[in-house]
């Protein structure tokens, strides 16, 4: 099972950009379609973005199209997410996840640990 170490949250203000990465081990890293979620306390946990095995295909949350981007770099066993014009409703704990299936959202099955992305007004 893969492992995956999420790092790059933290505090910035309304408007602002914030790139987060995920490493994963192993390697076997390039057969995984890999993802992000985020989830904020008291809520449900959501998907914001997955990306496939090659990278050649993405799919975000209507929520965050147009300000998120998600890249993989399958020589660094590393899934980026930029993120820019950031809002107050984007704060939340963000998970990178990994699917051996397909990058459907209900088939990320291996998590990380979170990294907690906080934006201010």
């Known amino acids: 099972q893969v492992q995956l170490v999420e790092s790059g949250g933290g505090l910035v203000q309304a408007g602002g950009s914030l790139r987060l990465s995920c490493a994963a081990s192993?390697?076997?890293?390039?057969?995984?379609?890999m993802g992000w979620f985020r989830q904020d306390s008291g809520k449900e946990r959501e998907f914001v973005a997955s990306?496939?095995?090659?990278?050649?295909?993405?799919y975000y949350a209507d929520s965050v199209k147009g300000r998120f981007t998600i890249s993989r770099d399958n020589a660094k066993n590393t899934v980026y997410l930029q993120m820019n014009s950031l809002k107050p409703e984007d704060t939340a704990v963000y998970y990178c996840?990994?699917?051996?299936?397909?990058?459907?959202?209900?088939?990320?099955?291996?998590w990380g640990q979170g990294t907690q992305v906080t934006v201010s007004s």
């Open positions: 996840a990994a699917s051996g299936v397909t990058s459907r959202p209900a088939d990320f099955s291996s």
């Open positions: 192993g390697r076997t890293f390039s057969s995984y379609a």
């Open positions: 990306i496939s095995r090659g990278g050649g295909v993405t």
